[in-house]
């Protein structure tokens, strides 16, 4: 047993809580070791003294009135922060009064130039939320541009553009198209000729739509058809490979 | 120059000719066996595959070819009758018959095997029948089926042809071929043509009830026949037709990448 684990058995030592076996080690630890018994002589001490029943020479002589000069102290710091407290409410309830409270003094002029600036925003709201309406309703429109609202959003990251989102899907149908081209380039070489051609054949016959697709995106990435088109070709070919690998 | 003495060169060929007159039988009938030990190769390889199942009205045939061509036609018995012919190296086949559904995998029966012959099924299955075709290469035929589905789909070429379909969900597709479709439209159905060269043909009553969306994006060659004056818009700069015909609760997609797509009254 070493000075750390002696130390922290100690009080419970000194209770007679200890198991007999960690009791000895203890004993044989305090034995030799003079740092320990002395922590132990302590504690012991300490566990004396409180097991004294002398609580009655620290009562003070006059404990009421020690208790009023307490109570005075207190008091005395707590008002000020109350007092302070209160006054900062009434200014804070008197600000609002004044809002609230005053009655309205607005010229005719006043009156007119509001009533024609909530008229005409409304118009502005109205035109704006018919004009989404139908864009969403006209769900083959080929040219879909982006609001401004949204280019904007698109700028600062805050929404993800038509562009962002087919970049996206696009990488994810290249990476499984990856995928199943090596799985058929490993079993290719098993088919016969003819099913090899006619693979061959077809596959370059969607790589082909699929340059046309991205040359036509590239020139008007808007284009919400070609799109359209490009995701259906790139899903026919993740089918072909797909299911000549499973021969 | 020095030519040849032909005299010299008759006599001796005509005592080559001498001593192989006796032989000249044995000599054919050699190549006659040869002949059929060397023909069974191309013409006795060749093996057919029959068998029969009962079936109720609305059973389902599901089948999955490598390559060669599948003709499945309607008929009005309550059987499943199936003939195919294997070409060398002939293909494995385990029909199963499993709760109403009728299935051949030729893909999962001969994984791993190197070459296999074209398989050419002739399938007839009752006129309520359902039906899920497909093959990585060669033509599909459906004929007088009228069940729930009808799917024709191959994963690389051949020609699709559906005559006579009144099914309500019906689906063909391929890369590089021909589909056509003739057949009803039924209330609620859905139909899907795509292919990405080739033409689809789509012959259909003209008084049916569908919301059609046709695409031929490359050719723009969409003609709508009849068509043209009930109603539909080309849109996206004529690559595209929409609109609908009647109260539209059929829905009907034709796609073809760079082919045409043509419409005919039925």
Known sequence: MNCEECQQLISVYLDNELEKESSIQVQKHLAVCAACAKVCQDFAMILDFCLLDETADFVPPNSKALWCRINNIIETEIKPEIAQENTEEQIKKGRLSKVWGNRWQLSFSQVLTSVLGIALVSCLLTVVAVKNYSADNDNFTANAAPTILEKVLGKIGLKTTPEQVRENRIKEQQATIEYWNKRTAARRADWDKNLREAFDRNLNEIDQVVFEYNKILQENPQDELTDEMLDSALNEKVELLREFSEL | ?266
């Not at chain 2, 709760?99 to 999962?108: A, D, E, F, R």
């Not at chain 2, 071929?177 to 003209?206: A, C, K, L, M, W």
């Not at chain 2, 026949?225 to 004529?238: H, K």
Request: proline residues 3%; glycine residues 8%.
């Open chain 2, 1 to 266: 120059m020095n030519f040849p003495n032909y005299n010299v060169m008759n006599v001796k060929l005509k005592k080559w000719v001498g001593f192989l007159a006796p032989q000249k039988t044995t000599i054919f009938l050699l190549s006659v066996v040869f002949f059929f030990v060397s023909a069974p190769a191309e013409v006795f390889a060749q093996k057919r595959f029959s068998k029969s199942y009962p079936a109720s009205k609305n059973v389902r045939l599901q089948l999955t070819n490598r390559t060669g061509t599948v003709t499945v036609e309607g008929w009005d018995k309550s059987e499943v009758q199936i003939s195919a012919y294997m070409e060398a190296p002939a293909a494995n086949m385990q029909p199963q018959s499993l709760s109403g559904t009728i299935y051949i995998n030729l893909v999962k029966d001969n994984q791993g095997r190197g070459e296999v012959g074209n398989v050419n099924f002739t399938i007839r299955v009752p006129f309520d029948s359902s039906v899920d075709i497909e093959t990585r290469m060669g033509n599909l035929n459906v004929s007088n089926v009228r069940g729930g589905l009808v799917r024709a789909h191959i994963s690389s070429e051949g020609d699709i042809v559906l005559t006579n379909i009144f099914a309500s969900a019906v689906s063909a597709e391929n890369v590089i071929g021909d589909i056509f479709f003739d057949g009803d439209i039924q209330r609620e159905g859905n139909y899907r043509f795509t292919s990405t060269r080739g033409n689809i043909n789509v012959r259909i009553p003209f008084t049916s009830s569908f919301r059609l969306v046709a695409t031929a994006p490359s050719t723009r060659s969409i003609s709508l026949g009849s068509l043209a004056n009930s109603g539909l818009r080309f849109v996206s700069e004529g690559r595209r037709v929409i609109g609908q015909i009647g109260d539209g609760s059929a829905t009907l997609t034709v796609t073809n990448q760079r082919g045409s797509i043509s419409f005919i009254r039925r």
